[in-house]
């Protein structure tokens, strides 16, 4: 992790906001068609809300019709990290902020080309810095 960021659950708690904690310290999920984002629109750039790495462009948002903010890829593959999540009786791939560990949501293999990825995100893990 980089030097300025919080090291313990405390200092977390305090830098986020509530349902920001739960998503991206404590692996929760927001219910579908409540977050933010999942019907915004808006030119941007989408950062972890923990640590602010650019995570997303909007312009590879898409509407999966999901209720969460879903993106086909990336910014760099560097940016988002996967792993194995076998909680709540299923597999699935979890994706995590690779600066931070933050959890962001989860990346199922039913997106758009180019990539047929579909990144389903909690808008809470998410902060938009809108194009000029």
Do not use: I
């Amino acid at each position: 992790m980089a030097a300025d960021l919080p090291t313990t659950e405390e200092e977390w708690r305090t830098r986020l906001s509530a349902e920001s904690f739960d998503v991206l310290r404590k692996g929760g999920t927001e219910r579908p068609f409540t977050g933010a984002f999942w019907d915004d629109h808006t030119a941007g750039t989408y950062r972890c809300a923990g640590c602010g790495t650019e995570l997303f462009s909007s312009g590879t948002k898409f509407d999966s019709g999901s209720g969460w903010p879903s993106f086909y890829q990336a910014v760099d593959d560097g940016r988002v990290e996967t792993r194995e999540d076998r909680s709540h009786g299923m597999v699935r791939t979890e994706a995590v902020c690779a600066t931070c560990g933050g959890h962001l949501g989860h990346v199922f293999p039913d997106g758009p080309q180019p990539s047929g990825l579909r990144y389903c995100m909690n808008s809470a893990a998410l902060k938009l810095d809108p194009e000029a």
